[in-house]
């Protein structure tokens, strides 16, 4: 072979080669581009947008009538941007040197402002900066106008450096109400919250302040709005070479409430001065509540409870200081509601479930009479007569009046006794399924986080504890308490003993406790909250709202209001003759019983309240004072009750409230009906929302102001 | 100047240079600098300087290349032959002085002269020339009456790429070693040699290879690439970085890529010294499949027209010449495409006609104008 025969050959070879490597290239280059061109385009997306986000302005809450109970302001914040001081020759250090003096921070300190959490030589939280570096970063709030002024006017020597107005968080306690527990306040997001919400439609982002308590909590997500996103294309040394995309951000939505700060003005300062009541008797009075409620449609119109916070505390972060004197023992835990998350015995305000329970059983009432002796021997238990005294022979109705613990004992034990007594074969459990069915033992549903749910102390809540304690009861019982021994004999033998009868029989439920429960002490707790809704429920015949604090949520153009409907949560059957045997019961603890005392000279012709009161055993420490009512009794609207821990007797501590309350709820003088007296308009909660105009600002329903005249002269308000 | 110039049919060598050849050459040039101007506009304008600085530099390049490649294209054969020797000494000394502190380190291989006015010089790129053009004289200067070089031809040839070679290890630049590898196994193979030697020297080089990586011969720079080349997850913010980058820049092409001047890829800085080796990164992203089909089709048919003279030229030098001219641009591509779509190892070297880089782009027209001579003289 020759030159030109081998060469020929091999010069093919070499095309034939080069044509399949260009063919593979080819090849390559289609299935990247073509083939997974999606996935490398979404891959590269990633890796070079950032997101900044605008917060939006939170939404404003307001009460019935209009008035701002949570709002925002305009304060003038500097913040820097750490993108664009970086990029300076010095990464910003004079920068940071100059604006440290001007809005009054060390220069460490501002520096450590400026780090980004995580990042390495970062300071640590609080702080470094929890958000995004691309954010601007912002490093003092509330600054004179002419830092501000000088800052824009040298905005050469401030380069990265944005000074502008921004929206904060306000209480402007209208007519001075404090309503802490119901507004409750918001706080930085924390890390956890920040993974849960990862990904769902609710998506935290880290410079987020959530609600941490009360309706800024409940209703964070209506209240929040949608933050804007900026997305900017950064390049591979993180300076940002573009926009890509721009949302601006939605503000929260309104939130209209039932609440009516006048009655809520009247409403805590009753409270207190109730509070001083039962201190001025002697009692500790600890704590309190009050409820007033719209028994129509379960709206919450005044909720207060004792003792309570300033809630401006938590705008500038809570100081620690600040954070342990609310925690502290001696404060008694200011930050728990009382009315929502406070459980105590219902005591006599418990005996309408009982008449309602014992009505149920058929047991005869009407005109047969019971005994009402001081005390009286259920099984070998000897029960007294605590807040109220021998009466002799009367009725059911009576006993009501005159809360006769002996007569409802009585109705209990009887109805224990139809059951079986120590034998039960298919228990009604009469009084048991009532108390559950005016919804105690369980949460009433309010919109408010965090609420207690109590319990009714019958038969299945004793079983339950047997089984829950009964290993430990009979280990006692064959063991004893030898380290009770060694100091107290006598206690530890008498300790071995109720062992001994809890092991065996403590499962039991007895006559004793069915005694017990029909005046609602023994095991059985409730929120005021729950006693507002059962007098609710009685009177407007048997329906169980849910109770509402929030009336309507409107959006921020106030084009849109959604308007809470009333909820049903269940329906307590109660005949006519019932309804009659109860109002009239309740109307002559007014007139006639416990209830006279604070309502003396009650012009009951014109508004006629229904009420019970109770004082609530509590082992060593002073009874509970009690004081459930609704009004006016033929066409009821309100529920009010009012509650006073180790407050003393319902009628003399939590009575002359209760009554202070309807006098400015209907506007009375003396015993004169004075309609524009009334710190509530037509006495009644409005129909009408106030309206959000769409520029943002709130139009108040009619005759406001005047009412809110009304109010400050009734206190000396400014 | 008459007698360094053909003056064979003077008047008619303009229409009978390969017009597909050329016109494919000036298609890729033309394509190359609008690329060079979308890759380097944003960042130079980012650091606040002309804007059109490397789009400038360029274009003058390219001028200069081109009158190189008439220049060479209208050289006459016997002058040519006569001076190859010249170009192979002085690539010889470059790529011994390059390696001294006179020369300039980019990512660790020392493979440049830092030249006036932002010019570089890269003399590995002018020794590719030189080693085609010795080769092919040595072995078409055969005393075989077959025209088959014998094995001193052979040792001799092999000599002429083994010094460079050497030199060029020294900086270490794989990449350029693994081109002159290639060229040399074509040039071999088409002066006819016998296949034993073929097989002898593919295996040698194999076993060279395996050796490198066995022996820590190869410096961790070089290692490295290769590791990353194997799995680019292992170091994704250094070498590793680099691959991914530029592959998220080419995926994200898509059939039509987002326009020049439009790759947010390419705008963002994320592939680094985009104008070089990774311009391909550039030409997927901002012209899609459809730009970057074009450039691997029209390299094709520059190296499909060289095999073509290659094949109908009579000249042994010429036919020897023009398949390692062939070789060079179609194996240079196929290993710098190859890298940026992440199925070749980094290594660095210029896609022909495509990337910035004087001496780059003096070279290939040059060998472009190599190809015409050896064509115009066939058509005599």
């Known amino acids: ?718 | 100047m008459s007698n360094i110039f053909s003056t064979s049919r003077n008047e008619s060598w303009w229409r009978r240079q390969d017009w597909v050849l050329t016109a494919a050459a000036l298609a890729l040039s033309f394509v190359g600098t609008l690329v060079i101007w979308a890759a380097t506009r944003p960042r130079l304008m980012s650091q606040g300087v002309d804007p059109e600085a490397y789009l400038k530099r360029h274009v003058a390049v390219l001028i200069i290349g081109l009158l190189l490649g008439i220049f060479v294209a209208r050289t006459r054969y016997s002058i040519l032959r006569a001076y190859a020797p010249v170009l192979w000494v002085f690539s010889a000394i470059s790529l011994l002085l390059v390696i001294t502190p006179l020369g300039k380190d980019v990512n660790g291989v020392r493979a440049w002269f830092q030249l006036p006015g932002g010019f570089t010089l890269q003399p590995s790129e002018f020794a590719k020339l030189a080693i085609v053009i010795g080769m092919a004289i040595v072995l078409a200067e055969t005393p075989h009456r077959d025209g088959i070089p014998g094995n001193r031809e052979v040792i001799f040839s092999l000599g002429v790429a083994a010094l460079p070679v050497a030199l060029i290890m020294l900086q270490p630049d794989l990449g350029t070693v693994l081109v002159i590898g290639a060229v040399t196994l074509a040039v071999l193979s088409v002066s006819g040699v016998a296949s034993r030697w073929l097989l002898g020297l593919g295996g040698g080089v194999v076993v060279a290879g395996w050796a490198m990586v066995q022996f820590g011969l190869l410096g961790e720079y070089q290692l490295n690439r290769l590791l990353v080349f194997l799995n680019p997850n292992i170091d994704p913010l250094d070498a590793g970085y680099n691959i991914l980058q530029v592959r998220l820049a080419i995926g994200s092409g898509g059939l039509t890529g987002t326009g020049l001047f439009n790759g947010p890829q390419t705008n963002g800085r994320w592939v680094p010294e985009q104008q070089t080796d990774f311009i391909y990164s550039a030409v997927g992203e901002e012209l899609g499949f459809i730009g970057g089909a074009t450039i691997i089709i029209l390299l094709l048919i520059v190296a499909w027209r060289a095999f073509k003279i290659a094949g109908e030229t009579s000249d042994r030098f010429g036919k020897i010449a023009a398949s390692g001219v062939a070789a060079w641009i179609a194996f240079q591509a196929f290993e710098n495409i190859g890298m940026n779509l992440g199925i070749m190892p980094i290594t660095g070297v210029p896609l022909p006609f495509i990337s910035y880089g004087g001496s780059s782009i003096f070279a290939i027209w040059m060998a472009v104008g190599l190809l015409q001579n050896i064509k115009i003289k066939q058509s005599d």
């Open chain 1, 1 to 718: 072979m020759s030159f030109v025969d081998h060469s020929y050959s091999r010069l093919v070879i070499l095309r034939v080669l080069v044509f399949s490597l260009f063919v593979a290239l080819l090849g390559r280059l289609f299935v990247m581009q073509i083939v997974n061109g999606e996935e490398f385009k979404n891959q590269a997306a990633d890796a070079r947008f950032r997101s900044v986000v605008i917060p939006a302005t939170r939404g404003v809450v307001l009460d019935q009538a209009g008035r701002t109970l949570i709002g925002n302001r305009r304060a003038m914040v500097v913040s820097v941007s750490l993108t664009d001081i970086e990029a300076l020759g010095d990464r910003g250090k004079t920068v940071i040197k100059k604006l440290a003096p001007l809005i009054g921070i060390p220069v460490d300190e501002l520096t450590a402002k400026l780090s980004v959490c995580g990042e390495k030589g970062a300071a640590k939280p609080p702080l470094c900066w929890n958000g995004s570096r691309f954010q601007p970063i912002p490093v003092a709030k509330d600054l004179a106008l002419d830092v501000a002024v000088r800052i824009k006017e040298r905005q050469h020597e401030f380069p990265g450096v944005i000074a502008s107005m921004q929206t904060v968080r306000v209480f402007p306690e209208p007519l001075d109400v404090n309503l802490a527990h119901v507004l409750g306040y918001i706080g930085p997001v924390s890390d956890k919250e920040l993974a849960e919400r990862a990904g769902t439609d609710d998506e935290l982002q880290s410079t987020d302040l959530v609600g941490r308590s009360g309706l800024e909590r409940f209703y964070d997500a209506q209240l929040r709005g949608n933050p804007g996103v900026t997305t900017y294309a950064i390049d591979r040394t993180m300076a940002i070479i573009g926009k890509v995309s721009e949302t601006a951000p939605t503000s929260g939505s309104y939130l209209v409430l039932g609440i009516d700060a006048a009655v809520q003005k009247v409403t805590e300062v009753e409270l207190k001065k109730a509070i001083n009541r039962a201190r001025n008797q002697g009692f500790a009075g600890t704590s309190g509540a009050a409820v007033v409620m719209d028994v129509t449609n379960g709206q919450v119109v005044a909720m207060a409870s004792y003792p309570t916070y300033d809630p401006r505390i938590w705008l500038d972060g809570v100081t620690a200081a600040e954070y342990k004197r609310l925690t502290d023992d001696a404060a008694n835990s200011p930050l728990v509601s009382r009315a929502i998350q406070g459980l105590f015995a219902p005591a006599s305000t418990f005996k309408v479930v009982t008449t309602a329970a014992a009505y149920r059983a058929k047991i005869p009432m009407g005109s047969t009479l019971y005994p009402c002796p001081s005390s009286i021997d259920i099984g070998n238990r000897k029960m007294t007569n605590h807040e109220s005294r021998a009466y002799g022979n009367i009725s059911v109705r009576r006993a009501i009046e005159v809360s006769c613990n002996t007569v409802f004992y009585k109705l209990g034990y009887d109805m224990w006794l139809r059951d079986g007594g120590n034998d039960p074969t298919k228990p009604q459990d009469f009084i048991e399924k009532m108390a559950l069915k005016f919804g105690l033992g369980k949460k009433t549903g309010i919109d408010l986080p965090s609420e207690a749910s109590g319990r009714v102390g019958g038969r299945a809540f004793k079983t339950s504890q047997y089984e829950q304690y009964k290993d430990v009861w009979c280990f006692r019982a064959k063991e004893g308490y030898p380290s009770v021994a060694k100091t107290d004999p006598a206690r530890a033998a008498y300790l071995k003993l109720l062992a001994q009868e809890n092991c065996t029989d403590g499962g039991k439920w007895r006559g004793g406790d069915a005694a017990n429960l029909s005046i609602g002490q023994g095991d059985t707790s409730v929120t005021p909250l729950q006693m507002a809704v059962l007098y609710s429920a009685i009177a407007n015949g048997g329906k169980l709202y849910q109770p509402r604090v929030v009336k309507a949520i409107v959006s921020p153009d106030g084009k849109t209001v959604k308007a809470t409907k009333p909820k049903l949560k269940g329906k307590v059957y109660i005949s006519p003759s019932l309804r009659e045997y109860l109002l009239t019961s309740l109307r002559g603890v007014i007139t006639d019983g416990t209830g006279k005392t604070p309502f003396a000279n009650w012009p009951q012709g014109r508004l006629e309240v229904a009420a019970k009161t109770g004082s609530g055993e509590n082992g060593d420490k002073d009874p509970t004072s009690w004081f459930a009512s609704f009004a006016p009794a033929d066409n009821p609207r309100y529920a009010v009750v009012m509650m006073v821990e180790q407050g003393g007797t319902g009628a003399l501590t939590s009575g002359p409230g209760v009554r202070k309350i309807y006098e400015a709820l209907y506007g009375i003088k003396g015993e004169k009906l004075k309609p524009k007296q009334a710190v509530i308009r037509n006495s009644r909660p409005a129909i009408k929302l106030p309206k959000v105009k769409s520029d943002g600002s709130v139009e108040a329903i009619d005759e406001t102001k005047r009412i809110d005249q009304v109010i400050k002269n009734l206190y000396g308000l400014n």
